[in-house]
């Protein structure tokens, strides 16, 4: 089932545009000051809240039907900004927790490794890059690329993240240890006689 909003220009289109602007301007702000303040401790679950929250605006965009650019070739605006420093302070900040494993095609399950920093900052340049056109006053080509981008790259990598990140508030309430998990488990079987997973 489809939101009604896609193909029509005028007033419901801009509406809808101007609720997934905000969303994504308040994830790229906070994304930044998060960055910035560098606090770890507090970190993970300011980023949990963050991608959660961009995550609704994602799937309302993959719940449209597909919009249409006005061009055959995206317009230019201009050069993409330097979120380099962003992604080396979430690095730091992020430390133990920043390398991680995810399969990014369920249906092609292959397990791959990742950074938490180098996702968020690439999920970060999706977003502003269609906040951009939707600045410059083109709302179709905004639309396009926000739902384009979250079909074929951040969605996935921001649903990855959303994960990893929960995994970790996780253990951290639970006070679990992964190892100690995994040998305890192993031992339970052992007793139990039944094969090791």
């Known amino acids: 089932m489809t939101e009604h909003t896609q193909g029509r220009d005028g007033p419901e289109q801009e509406e809808f545009a101007a609720h997934i602007a905000d969303q994504i301007e ?29 995550l609704l605006a994602g799937a309302r965009m993959g719940a449209q039907l597909d919009f249409v ?61 269609g906040l ?11 639309l396009w690329w926000w739902q384009f981008s979250y079909v074929n790259n951040w969605g996935n990598l921001a649903g990855a993240a959303l994960n990893a990140l929960l995994t970790v508030v996780a253990h951290d309430r639970f006070d679990t240890d992964i190892e100690e998990t995994v040998e305890a488990a192993a031992v339970t079987s052992e007793i139990l006689g039944e094969p090791s997973t």
């Open 69 to 129: 650019p006005r061009e055959v070739f995206q317009p230019d605006v201009g050069p993409e900004a330097d979120i380099d420093e962003m992604r080396l302070r979430l690095a730091r900040m992020l430390d133990s927790v920043d390398t991680y494993s995810f399969v990014f095609d369920p249906y092609l399950p292959e397990v791959v490794q990742s950074q938490l920093s180098d996702d968020l900052t690439s999920i970060a340049t999706d977003l502003d890059n």
């Open 132 to 142: 951009r056109h939707y600045k410059r006053g083109d709302v179709a080509e905004a």
């Open 26 to 54: 308040s994830f790229l702000l906070s994304l930044r000051a998060i960055a910035r303040e560098g606090n770890g401790a507090q970190a993970v679950s300011l980023l949990l809240l963050e991608i959660s929250q961009v």
